[in-house]
């Protein structure tokens, strides 16, 4: 029987343009002048760019270099930890002033609320930070939805296509791999999901259906068919 729900976002339970066209751009058009405003008295934005300088070979003290790598990374989509830190911290500003909404499908919204009602514990899986998956889901268009989530996790588990980081929240969720649910709109990370010993539905929200045997559902209400039955 399945009791743990977990999620990925984008594409899933929020839009992919949301990400693409509204986050990331905001981020980038805003990364500048949060780093030089913060490197100096935020211990957290401190800490970010020391891993970008070890990973980029970038001087610490450089601070246009650092800042030129964290825009070349956000133009390659690049899924570093601490590029997705600073996001997260940049976004939190803009949901807090009310510039940002996250968005959230309707059928995800209804859904989750309902699962939560019924008992299922659920929980996010995004190469977002723990900080950005929780200011999309507290700030969405249809309201806080945090309350309903017990727990986050982000690339500090592993890469999203890696069946170790599937195989390290088990080991913090403390339970069997069959009874946990992946939703994702990413094959090879389903994949890596069911190689961990986890259940999968793949979301497809446009386009041809694939032609697969796994589980296929275009709105979270054809994903509660499956829970259903499971």
Request: aromatic residues 10%.
């Amino acid at each position: 029987m399945i009791r743990v729900v977990l999620t990925d976002i984008e594409g899933t339970t929020s839009s992919i343009s949301f990400v693409h066209d509204v986050l990331f751009p905001y981020a980038s058009e805003h990364l500048a002048d949060f780093v030089r405003a913060r490197h100096a008295d935020n211990p957290m934005v401190a800490e970010q760019l020391d891993a970008v300088a070890t990973t980029a070979g970038v001087d610490r003290d450089d601070i246009d270099g650092l800042i030129d790598t964290l825009q070349a990374w956000i133009r390659e989509d690049r899924k570093e930890t601490p590029l997705k830190t600073l996001q997260g911290l940049i976004w939190e500003q803009g949901y807090q002033q009310g510039v940002l909404k996250g968005h959230i499908y309707d059928d995800a919204a209804d859904y989750l609320q309902r699962w939560h009602d019924r008992g299922l514990r659920l929980f996010v899986y995004s190469s977002g930070s723990v900080k950005a998956q929780q200011l999309i889901f507290g700030h969405t268009t249809a309201g806080d939805f945090t309350p309903y989530f017990s727990g986050y996790f982000d690339t500090r588990v592993g890469g999203k296509k890696e069946a170790g980081s599937y195989h390290a929240i088990l080991g913090e969720l403390g339970v069997e791999p069959s009874t946990v649910l992946f939703l994702s709109d990413v094959e090879a990370e389903l994949e890596a999901a069911e190689t961990a010993g986890m259940q999968t539905a793949w979301l497809v929200r446009d386009g041809d259906l694939p032609d697969t045997g796994r589980f296929v559902a275009r709105t979270f209400s054809e994903v509660d068919t499956l829970l259903r039955k499971r």
